[in-house]
């Protein structure tokens, strides 16, 4: 071995992610393995369960100089032949030495048979996969809960997708993508590490399009006020690629923070939809108060009184037949987001509208139109002043 060797591990590590002292590890490591196997005649698993001899191997690493040697304990009777040594023959090779001691008998490397060579390719490739497999798991474990940004490599039969995001191939499976999405290699995407783990065949990158928590930071990455702390989000609710509700809140009375989340003309909030397919994204007032929260949430339906059961996560909410329709969305989605973001199970009751309730509310619209119509002229009156 020379200086070239050397050169050599140091390009295979650069090829493999790991470190040079790994790659050596390995490579001592796979000429122990195939000492022990072609030389001694033990099998793998025989190896594996620490059977044979003790084997050092050392590797000078600035002129890759190797040095083996067998390790054997001295003894008075022998019991493993393969790691101890009687006394009798240890004192032909050194007069003092004593029981308990360690012999070192050397190795000539330059020895191993071609099969033992094969060996060591075999032990040295599979060596430096476990330790690529390790610092993946070791990375990504400490990203787990984070929103990565990834390319589609490719997309099986079974509609399940496969995203790089980096030295590690994250896996999309059916259940957490977007359903109206489709994908395509060389898509970039941004994704939630949902889970990690450890198998045979290397760490287990599991990622999620539908998470709410992808939805949460996509509006942190948008919305300062939130990033800030200024605005907080209290919780989400989604059917994802069809809609969203989101409840948010905030401690200073001089924030807006539905206003802030959709940003001027609806900028903000139009951009997080885009990012996930066109979802539509509501974002309502929450309340302590759990009435006022379970009204706020069946938004944009009104609706009137509303009855908690004691005895339970139960809500019965009073709806007028012109809101019902409203109050339930399509196919029950909007009733349906209202109970996963509240917590609680509603069931509406048809309300009738009285003459008073309706004169009331005729006369609000046409306060609320006198009122738009007064400010419609008293900005024109401005501009005409302006001019």
Not at 15 to 43: D, H, N
Request: negative net charge.
């Amino acid at each position: 071995m020379n200086r070239e060797f050397i050169d050599a591990m140091q390009q295979l590590a650069l090829e493999r992610g790991v470190t040079t002292e790994e790659v050596l590890e390995a490579f001592k490591e796979a000429l122990r393995k195939a000492y022990i196997k072609r030389q001694k005649g033990y099998r793998k698993e025989e190896i594996d369960a620490g059977k044979g001899p003790e084997v050092d191997v050392y590797i000078d690493p600035q002129t890759g100089r190797i040095e083996m040697v067998e390790v054997r304990r001295v003894v008075e009777k022998v019991e493993d032949p393969d790691k101890e040594i009687a006394l009798s023959e240890a004192l032909q090779y050194d007069p003092e030495v004593q029981v308990g001691d360690e012999m070192e008998f050397p190795i000539d490397p330059e020895g191993l048979s071609r099969m033992a060579i094969q060996d060591l390719r075999q032990i040295l490739t599979q060596r430096l996969k476990e330790s690529e497999r390790n610092r993946i798991y070791n990375e990504y474990k400490d990203k787990e809960g984070q929103v990565l940004t990834g390319v589609v490599t490719r997309v099986d039969n079974r509609g399940n997708v496969f995203v790089e995001l980096g030295r590690g191939e994250a896996y999309l499976p059916k259940s957490e993508q977007i359903p109206t999405e489709r994908y395509y290699p060389g898509q970039r995407l941004k994704v939630y590490l949902k889970k990690v783990d450890r198998s045979a065949k290397g760490p287990s990158l599991i990622v999620s399009r539908a998470h709410e928590k992808l939805l949460e930071h996509l509006l942190k990455q948008e919305v300062p006020e939130i990033a800030e702390g200024i605005v907080e989000i209290k919780a989400i609710a989604r059917e994802p690629g069809r809609r969203s509700k989101v409840a948010v809140m905030t401690h200073n009375p001089n924030v807006d923070p539905i206003g802030a989340c959709i940003g001027h003309k609806g900028q903000r909030i139009q951009a997080v939809s885009a990012e996930l397919g066109r979802e539509k994204v509501d974002i309502i007032l929450w309340a302590k108060d759990p009435k006022e929260f379970i009204r706020n949430a069946l938004s944009p339906a009104q609706v009137g009184s509303i009855e908690l059961e004691p005895d339970g996560q139960k809500a019965r909410v009073k709806v007028t037949k012109d809101q019902h329709s409203l109050a339930i969305g399509t196919g029950g989605q909007n009733v349906r987001l209202a109970s996963k973001l509240t917590g609680y199970e509603i069931h509406f009751e048809e309300a009738e509208i009285s003459d008073l309730d309706e004169a009331i509310r005729k006369a609000a619209k046409e306060e609320a139109e006198t009122t738009s119509r007064a400010k419609e002229e008293f900005e024109k009156l401005f501009r005409d002043l302006s001019e």
